[in-house]
């Protein structure tokens, strides 16, 4: 019944909503003529229940829940649409969620909200609600939420939250996050998704991608967290192009996975860790066998996997620069600590020993003198030289020095110095010399491809220049020969071309052809030097800074392409007849001695762009744009577009180009040190491998150990199925297992104390840095709400009277903070003032104020009860109409005469020793006064009345017995004490609460402090 009145009651309401909807809209709409959008009235126990919830509570809300109210819901929601359990979880109060909760309230997103107030305790206190009442199938099951997106899953919320212990509970319950699909699946249901709702196809692959860069979840469920780290972060590189929408939060979590790799290789704190994680790879059984056969353990796994993925920050670490560093210098202990003279002639005595190095590799590769080449730093050194020596080749080729030859056919031709050569001439010793450098470097490259794959070699960009340059020296090398093969056979059938001079060849001659791409691949192998420099820590920097300015160049190429290509077609339009008036001029014998040959920069569209490239230089005049005949608004329009084109080109876009490579510089420099160190990195690593030790020509010698592994190879192949060596082949397999096995071990053993050092940083570092917030602050505000309500409950159930939060105090009782305050400063006062003064001067007469007040007998104190600034005005009542009838009565029945007294009016310090006399005084006489007072009773005295007079406390009155308004006020406030002695010695914890509730507010004040100790009242 209670169900089928709340369902009729909310159809009710949300019914008359709609009908005032409907008839504001038939009004018209205005603003402020009321609320819209309007939500469901609550009653008035639900707002108290919401109340009380809200407050903390935890005895009202008890009382709600427990008395079963038929026409509450306890699933009610607020105005901002909370439920009583989303207030409890927002006020982080375990007590109320976990009474909530044993009550089956409804669930709904409660979870969610749980999450993202990061409450640990009120998820384990949710989940373990779901899985004893509804069962495991509960907890993966989604439910509909206006507060989060329905892609929004637990797991994924605090994954977004990135709180271990929230993270670790959910995948614990079975929690998980499937792969979000490539944004180019064409599936089923991406494709139903998509054009559903695009946008929330996007933000759900976002959100799926935001939580799986979850530092906590990659630490949690992954096996090999950088390597996750690293495929994660290139992942979401490759869709922040893809999806360049949504490129800046793509970013952004690439750049999150890429800091978690470096906070793990930060928490190592030793070589053998670092190498450890450095040298880890199990998926390639190649690499390991081959570890196993030479028997070297640097091979760097890790670490080029680091620079295939451009893990700069990982390899920039300086972790990985020390180990980088000590493995390159290995070969010459202590290089790196001499001086620069030193160091300078250690190079230049290796860099012309390189030849005796090489040859001796090649005799003995296993020899000390053959393993020395086989350094690093020693092999770089080779390399080097060799290359050095093939640009001095390239410049005497250049410079035409020439060695005589065996030639038995010399010709007057080929000398030193000469200018004038014979077409298809045979080649030099020196171009035989750099033929055989050229095939060094094609068999290198071509060595690195095989290795690397096409894949990676093309996305080196040195690669790509040392293909470009080999193929300009095969072309050069087979026009050469091309060249040859024509002169030959045109000397073979007595032609006399074959004699021509330089000057009488075609221009499109195969030797003219090959000395131009001779001459740009001399330029390209000069500039791979910039490679070299890259180990420089001045050059290196720079030439990185040169590289991304490329990039800058190449993009303003294209658009400075457009603009020159649509100039040149109006150009071309405007002036195509008189340039071709001009040629047909020109042709005419007799005037061709005095034609201008201006026309020909307009001729046609080639003519017309190369002209307007080189106006930028400053080499084509205004004056190219001019007519002869007299077509002045032709003329007019020409150089109008040649001047707009020379302010586009000028002004604008070489400014831009300046303004772009500028920025380009800012950002490089500002991250020059990571960059140069990425790239050195990479330069290191590629002198690390055993390949390509002999450096060209050298490589193309075929070595020992190359002959070794051929007869290797050509024994596997034949010897393949015999049992030896199938025997032999199964040992080495259970080697490399076994090797695989040991090294897991060790990486995982590893891993987990990285995940535990930088778990434990993570949780040090809010505790450092931030301050209090107002989340703390509202958390202590709770706090400090739940106790008062609970102390309200413990003084209840002790017998005390207190008031009812929930209902409101008549304003005529309601007495404020601030006053109550200053009363009771007041009143502390006026009792040191009264003993200061002498009690035997005092009479009725000059009683006027409470500030006259004597006490023959300080009051015992049996109870520490107080209620500080705010006293219960339910207990004041009942105590001061008692207190006020004995009073009176006492005052009447007494017939003493009253005795005047002076008010004493002196300094402090007089005060103080009358005081203290009276003190010694009142310890030898009678304690009984001779004036007419009011009897103020101690403990005991309100429950039976019996006042005796060494027990009371005396307050003036006038002669009719009727005590001033101040005088009540007094009585009033001291009536409190003696209901206080009604409680109970025996309850010790209610006693120690409130004694630290008294030293609390005792420490308010240094003043209110004394008073306390010297009167004893509070």
Known sequence: MDKVYYQYRDALKTANHLMDDFGGEMEGDSLGMGVI????????????????????????????????????????????????????????????????????????????HAIEEENVE????????????????????????????????????????????????????????????????????????????????????????????????????????????????????????????????????????????????????????LEIVLNHDTSNPAAIEQELITNDKMKLSRLKLAVKYKQKKFVSHPNCQQLLASLWYEGLPGFRRQNIVCKLLITICI???????????????????????????????????????????????????????????????????????????????????????????????????????????????????????????????????????????????????????????????????????????????????????????????????????????????????????????????????????????????????????????????????QSLYWAIYGLVDLDHAELQEPHEFTEFVGKLMFGTYSWIAFVVLLNLLIAMMSSSYQNISSQADEEWKFARSKLWISYFEDTGTLPAPFNIIPSPKTFFYLLLWFKNKLCACSKQQKRSRWQSIRKIVKKINEREIRYQAVMRDLIKRYIMFKQRGPLRGDGVTEDDINELKQDISSFRFELLEILRNNGMKTPNPNQPKPSNRRLSRRKNQRSLEQLKKSFIMSNMADPATQTMDQVTSPMQLVFTHPPPVTSSITYGNSIPETIIEESFEHNISLKKKSSISRNSVPVKSVPYS?????????????????????????????????????????????????????????????????????????????????????????????????????????????????
Request: aromatic share 8%; with cysteine.
């Open 906 to 1018: 002196g300094s402090m310090s007089e005060r103080k020793t009358l005081y203290k006399s009276r003190e010694a005084a009142s310890q030898s006489t009678d304690s009984t006064s001779t004036c007419d007072s009011v009897n103020i009773p101690l403990e005991g005295s309100v429950e039976t009345g019996d006042v005796s007079d060494s027990e009371e406390g005396r307050v003036p009155t006038d002669s009719d017995g009727n005590l001033s308004d101040q005088q009540t006020e007094f009585l009033r406030v001291n009536s409190v004490r003696s209901h206080h002695s009604k409680i109970s010695p025996n309850n010790s914890k209610l006693q120690n609460t409130v004694d630290f509730l008294l030293e609390s507010k005792s420490r308010g004040s240094t003043r209110e402090t004394k008073i306390v100790k010297r009167v004893k009242f509070m």
């Open 351 to 609: 860099g012309f020993m390189f030849p005796i190095l090489c040859i001796m590799y090649l005799i003995a590769p296993r020899s000390s003198p053959g393993n020395l080449i086989r350094k690093p730093f020693i092999k770089f050194i080779c390399h080097s030289s060799s290359y050095l020596t093939f640009l001095f080749l390239l410049i005497m080729v250049s410079q035409r020095v020439k060695i005589p030859t065996l030639d038995t056919q010399p010709t007057e031709n080929l000398h030193k110095g000469s200018k004038s050569e014979l077409r298809g001439a045979p080649a030099t010793t020196i171009e035989w010399m750099i033929l055989c450098y050229v095939a060094g470097l094609i068999w290198a490259e071509i060595k690195q491809l095989w290795d690397e794959g096409a894949h990676e070699y093309i996305h080196d960009m040195w690669n790509i220049l040392d293909f470009v340059t080999n193929s300009l020296y095969i072309a050069t090398l087979t026009l050469r020969v091309i060249a040859y093969l024509q002169v030959k056979r045109e000397r073979d059938r007595g032609l006399q071309t074959a004699f021509m001079e330089r000057k009488d060849w075609d221009a499109y001659d195969p030797n003219l052809i090959a000395e131009a791409l001779f001459a740009a691949a001399n330029i390209f192998s000069s500039l791979k030097l910039i490679y070299i420099f890259t180990v420089n820590p001045h050059l290196g920097p720079l030439q990185i800074s040169l590289g991304r300015m490329i990039m800058d160049i190449m993009k303003f190429g294209a658009v400075y392409f457009l603009v020159l290509f649509s100039f040149a077609c109006g150009l071309n339009h405007l002036y195509w007849y008189y340039s071709t008036l001009r040629k047909e001029e020109c042709n005419v014998q007799h005037i061709q001695a005095s034609c201008d040959r201006k026309y020909e920069s307009f001729a046609n569209l080639f003519e017309i762009v």
């Open 122 to 273: 009120a998820v384990e206190l949710i989940l373990n609600h779901e899985l004893v009442n509804k069962g495991e199938q509960a907890l993966h099951h989604t439910v509909p939420s206006s507060s989060f997106t329905p892609d929004i899953t637990p797991i994924i919320l605090a994954a977004h939250r990135d709180n271990y212990e929230i993270i670790k509970i959910l995948l614990d319950r079975g929690y998980r996050i499937p792969k979000p699909h490539d944004v180019r699946c064409s599936c089923k249901h991406c494709v139903i998704q998509s054009r559903e709702d695009s946008l929330r196809h996007s933000r759900s692959r976002i959100n799926a991608y935001r939580a799986l860069a979850s530092p906590s979840l990659i630490a949690l469920s992954s096996k090999d967290p950088i390597l996750t780290s690293f495929e994660l972060s290139w992942e979401l590189r490759r869709l922040s192009k893809l999806e360049n929408e949504f490129k800046v939060d793509y970013e952004k979590l690439a750049k999150k996975c890429q800091e978690f790799a470096v906070d793990l290789l930060e928490q190592t704190r030793g070589s053998q860790e």
């Open 37 to 112: 959008r309007k939500e469901v009235d609550l009653t008035n126990e639900e707002k108290q229940y919401l109340l009380a919830v809200e407050r903390g509570d935890i005895p009202s809300a008890r009382q709600f829940l427990k008395n079963g109210h038929t026409r509450l819901n306890i699933n009610c929601v607020d105005p901002l649409g909370r439920t009583a359990l989303l207030i409890a979880i927002e006020n982080e109060n375990i007590e109320m969620i976990e009474l909530l909760l044993s009550h089956n309230i409804e669930i709904g997103d409660a979870l969610l």
